[in-house]
């Protein structure tokens, strides 16, 4: 699977956009784009995925450049329930149950 | 939809003892995965379960570690003998991977702390 970049920490104030940067220019065609966040003592937590085209629902967006090599999470509005550790883990489908989990970012959300 | 359900939530023992780590899948998944997660080595996976078969146990430390799952909705995890260096946070994670494409995300539980004395 593809190596991901994640800058290690982040901030962002209560209510603003949060938008978490993550590299992977080792990206192969058939490999998608996983975020996964965990929250202090809990299990991590699935946001969003894809694969070539912009992902949307509930929790966030998913915006990958037209390369593949980058894509951004985007929580449009950010609350203090918000901070938690984000992964990005790019996997192919069929071995995606060896997810590989980084250091992730830091985000903190501040009131 | 209760989630994945782990238990015990925390575990102390003693080094040498037996550890028995309990998880209880999402209904209708066909995937479970065991994983472990400390400060030094991050979140690692420990053994993968497809229709309650072992698929994939090379990330199981060493023989004193080993898994089962009876049935769809049942899995342990034991440590036999326990050792100070076992001391983490494992989790149980489930997912209905392979049906409608290999892409369905993993749910996890919300762990079992074991700490080894």
């Known amino acids: 699977d593809a190596k991901t970049t994640q800058p290690p920490s982040m901030d962002c104030a209560e209510g603003r956009a949060a938008n978490l940067p993550c590299n992977h220019s080792t990206i192969s065609g058939n490999e998608y784009v996983y975020w996964y966040r965990q929250i202090h003592s809990q299990g991590p937590q699935y946001i969003i995925h894809g694969l070539k085209n912009n992902e949307t629902n509930e929790m966030a967006s998913l915006i990958i450049t037209e390369d593949r090599k980058s894509s951004t999470l985007i929580l449009p509005h950010a609350t203090l329930r918000d901070t938690a550790v984000y992964y990005c883990i790019v996997t192919s489908g069929g071995s995606n149950y060896k997810l590989t989990f980084g250091k992730g970012t830091l985000l903190t959300v501040n009131p | 939809d209760a989630g994945v359900i782990q238990s015990p939530r925390h575990e102390v023992t003693e080094m040498g003892q037996e550890v028995t780590l309990r998880c209880k899948p999402i209904s209708g998944h066909n995937s479970l995965f065991w994983y472990r997660q400390t400060m030094m080595r991050g979140l690692e996976l420990l053994i993968y379960?497809?229709?309650?078969?072992?698929i994939d146990d090379s990330g199981m430390p060493e023989d004193r570690f080993s898994a089962k799952m009876p049935n769809a909705s049942f899995s342990t995890l034991k440590i036999q003998p326990s050792e100070p260096r076992d001391s983490a946070v494992y989790f149980c994670?489930?997912?209905?991977w392979g049906r409608g494409g290999n892409n369905s995300p993993l749910h996890f539980g919300n762990g079992t702390r074991l700490t080894v004395t």
């Open positions: 994670a489930s997912s209905n």
């Open positions: 379960f497809n229709n309650n078969v072992p």
